[in-house]
DNA sequence: ACCATAGAGGACTAAAATGGTACCCAATTC
DNA sequence: GAATTGGGTACCATTTTAGTCCTCTATGGT
């Protein structure tokens, strides 16, 4: 179904949430609580953001987290890619190598292509936009035309 | 990592195999072979997308599988849909109800707008796109600026 | 009519990813 | 130095995914 991980889906909230006061820190226990959630799954969700750089740990007491970065600095990419791993939808559309299918499948050049469209996407998409408590505005249709996906046999 | 599943990687490749040929029926076995990958796999994965009505079969001596439509009309999300279920990337993106964090989560309505975007994405590569075996171009960046995610808060 | 071919449907199993928890250690502050 | 708060790791339960197998039904050829 193309999901993302819960944990993902987690981070995300937690990052909004920190987002929203981005001079204080916050405990990994004062956000479970915001946000309705197991402190330790929370606090897993955390340690990983921290891993990949999107927050800054402060121990002891009246430590917390803060962002990394300024919330638009940071995008749905960066959240996602920190939980799951790179952002690809097939085997062959992260690294090359792995698929030992590649001759019979045909399909793999055009896949990456769709890939990296998605990845553009997810990168065009901020946390300052996620945070944002009203909806944000998106024009149902992307003026996908743009993407040169018609038939052009040659290069 | 947002990947598909292995068997909606096969059905994309059987799919195009098809759509290259797309006047005689091909045989499970046939495309098996074609494609290097375990029969009894590969007919399952038919079978799901003869019941997602983008194959049609014809039982018996000489049957085998054909495209219920033209390759062009056919798209990246219908075989992912047949395979996967429908395309959301989260919980709450895809129906209403089922998630109860949607107070304190606050990110919801944003991330169903992504997914939105990403579906009309990948509603925009057709069968015919991925099955041509010389890679189709697609310029690197999309348009993204007219997606309206633009902020309302602050900044 | 009968047989060979080819798909339909479902049940079942094995393996892997995911989610969640607990425990103990390290750093800060008061 | 005690309380607070994050860091790291290891572990377990559950769910998903992948793959296989078996039997039934439809079609075409002889």
Redesign the interface.
């Known amino acids: ?4 991980s819960r944990l993902t ?1 987690y981070a ?2 937690v990052m ?2 920190i987002a929203r006061q981005p001079q204080q820190p916050h405990a990994a226990a004062e956000l479970a609580e ?4 197991p402190h330790p799954t929370v606090s897993k969700t955390l340690k990983m953001l921290v891993k990949a750089g999107l927050l800054e740990s402060q121990r002891g007491a009246q430590g917390g987290y803060r962002l990394a970065r300024p919330a ?1 600095e940071i995008t ?1 990419i960066d959240i ?1 890619t920190a939980i ?8 062959c559309s ?1 690294s090359d190598g792995d698929c030992d ?1 590649l001759d ?4 793999a ?3 990456q ?2 890939s ?3 990845r ?3 990168d ?3 946390l ?28």
Chains 1, 2 share one sequence.
């Open positions: 179904m193309m999901k993302l889906d995300a909230v909004a949430q915001a946000v309705k959630l638009h749905a996602i799951e791993g790179p952002v690809a939808m097939t085997e992260q299918l019979t499948c045909g399909v050049d055009n896949w292509r769709v990296l469209a998605v553009t996407l997810l065009s998409v901020t300052a936009h996620l945070a944002q408590t009203a909806p944000i505005k998106l024009p149902v249709r992307l003026p996908i035309q743009s993407i040169d996906l018609g038939a052009t046999a040659d290069t």
